[in-house]
C-alpha cells in the first residue's frame, strides 16, 4: 500500500487533527482512479490506512486535508472544485462551496447531524446528500445520564473534597425524585426517555411531531408544552434537530422559565443555546448548572467564561463515544460514497 505522499497520519493521533501536511493526496497504486475523493471526517482520518486501500480499490483518490474539527468555507473552496465526492464530518458545505463543486455528486457524512450542509443547495445542484440515522442514539443518551448522575449525586464534587482532605456529607438526590424535561423526541430523545423510565423518573416530553402512543404509555411520558416543561423540569435535555426554528432556542426567555434549581443538558447542537445568554443565567442563579457537550463555536474558545465556571460540566463534542458505534458508521459512510459514485446498490465493504 503506498503511504500518503507528505507523511502519514500519526497512529493513534486523537480526532480532529492529523500529522500530515495540508492536502495531501492517498495515491493510487493503479495511478487509474476514476474518481476524487475528499476525506475530511476527523474520525475516520487516523484510520485512514484501514479503509484506504478499500476506496482505491474502488477507483478512489483521496485527497486528505489537515482538519482541526471541520473545514470552514475558506478552507472548502481550494480543493472542493475536482471532487467526485466528500466523506465529511461538519465542515461548512454552503451554496458558495456547492456551487464551485463542478463534479461533486455525492456527500457522505459520516454521522447523522447534516445542518452543516446547504441541503437546499445540494438538491438544485443535484448532489446527493447521505448520512447514518441513528448512529450515536446509545452513547449520546448514555452521555445525558452520566451528566445527570454527576449533579444529582454530586460524586466528582465528593470525590474533590476527600481528596483534599475533608470528611463532608454533601448532600445528593435520586433520579426517582426528580422530573426530566425532553426536547426532541427523535431516536436520541426516546433513548433518553427510555432510560429516565428505568431510573424511575417523572418524565416530561415536547416535540412537534408525537411519538406513537405505544411509546408514550410504555415509558410514562406525558407531552406538554415547551414553556411548561421548563418551568416543571429538575432537568432540561435538548435533543431536537439545529434548524432556524430552534436557532436560540434555549435564551434569556427560556432561562427566566427554568426553576432555580434546574440543570440543562445539551448533547444535540451548539447554536440551539444562546451561550451569552446561559453564561448571564447561571451567573444570575436563574439555573443550578448546565452540562454541554455542544457549543456555538467548536473548539469552544479559551476565553469563554464557559470554561471558568463551577457549575458547568463540559466535554469537547464526544457524546458519541463509542468504538463499535464508530464502526458502525464508518462501513456506512463508505457504502453511501461508493453506491452513489459507481451506482451500485448494497455495496459491500470487504472484510
Given amino acids: 500500500m503506498k503511504t500518503l505522499s507528505h507523511g502519514e497520519p500519526a497512529p493513534g493521533s486523537s480526532h480532529g487533527r492529523v500529522a500530515c501536511h495540508p492536502y495531501q493526496r492517498f495515491e493510487s497504486e493503479s495511478h487509474l482512479a476514476k474518481y476524487n475523493v ?19 480499490r474502488a477507483g478512489c483518490a483521496l485527497i486528505i486535508p489537515n482538519v482541526h474539527e471541520r473545514l470552514s468555507e475558506e478552507e472548502l473552496l481550494p480543493i472542493i472544485g475536482n471532487a467526485d465526492g466528500i466523506i465529511c464530518g461538519d465542515d461548512r458545505l454552503t451554496r458558495k462551496v456547492l456551487q464551485s463543486a463542478r463534479r461533486l455528486r455525492v456527500i457522505s457524512k459520516w454521522g447523522t447531524g447534516i445542518d452543516s450542509i446547504d441541503q437546499v443547495a445540494a438538491r438544485e445542484l443535484g448532489i446527493k446528500v447521505c448520512n447514518t440515522p441513528n448512529a450515536f442514539s446509545q452513547p449520546v443518551a448514555d452521555s445525558v445520564f452520566a451528566a445527570m448522575l454527576h449533579f444529582a449525586r454530586r460524586t466528582a464534587e465528593m470525590d474533590r473534597e476527600m481528596k483534599a482532605g475533608a470528611w463532608d456529607k454533601i448532600p445528593g438526590k435520586s433520579l426517582s425524585e426528580c422530573t426530566l424535561g425532553v426536547i426532541g423526541l427523535g431516536n436520541v430523545g426516546k433513548a433518553v426517555v427510555q432510560r429516565a423510565a428505568g431510573f424511575g423518573m417523572t418524565i416530561l416530553g415536547t416535540d412537534p411531531v408525537a411519538p406513537p402512543a405505544d411509546f408514550l404509555d410504555r415509558n410514562t411520558l406525558r407531552l406538554i408544552s415547551f414553556g411548561d416543561l421548563l418551568s416543571a423540569s429538575d432537568f432540561v435535555s435538548i435533543n431536537c434537530d439545529l434548524n432556524p426554528t430552534t436557532h436560540h432556542l434555549m435564551n434569556a426567555g427560556a432561562f427566566a422559565q427554568m426553576k432555580a434549581s434546574a440543570i440543562l443538558i445539551n448533547t444535540a447542537r451548539g447554536p440551539i443555546v444562546d451561550e451569552v445568554a446561559l453564561v448571564d443565567a447561571l451567573r444570575a442563579q436563574q439555573l443550578a448548572g448546565a452540562a454541554l457537550d455542544v457549543f ?11 470554561r471558568s465556571m463551577s457549575n458547568t460540566l463540559l466535554s469537547p463534542h464526544n457524546s458519541n463515544s463509542s468504538p463499535a458505534a464508530w464502526e458502525r458508521v464508518h462501513q456506512n459512510t463508505i457504502r453511501n460514497l461508493l453506491e452513489n459514485l459507481q451506482g451500485v446498490q448494497q455495496w459491500k465493504l470487504a472484510s
Fill in 38 to 56: 475528499i476525506l475530511s471526517a476527523p474520525y475516520m482520518q487516523p484510520v485512514v490506512e484501514r479503509f484506504g486501500p478499500v476506496l482505491e
Fill in 296 to 306: 456555538e463555536v467548536e473548539p469552544l474558545p479559551a476565553t469563554s467564561a464557559l
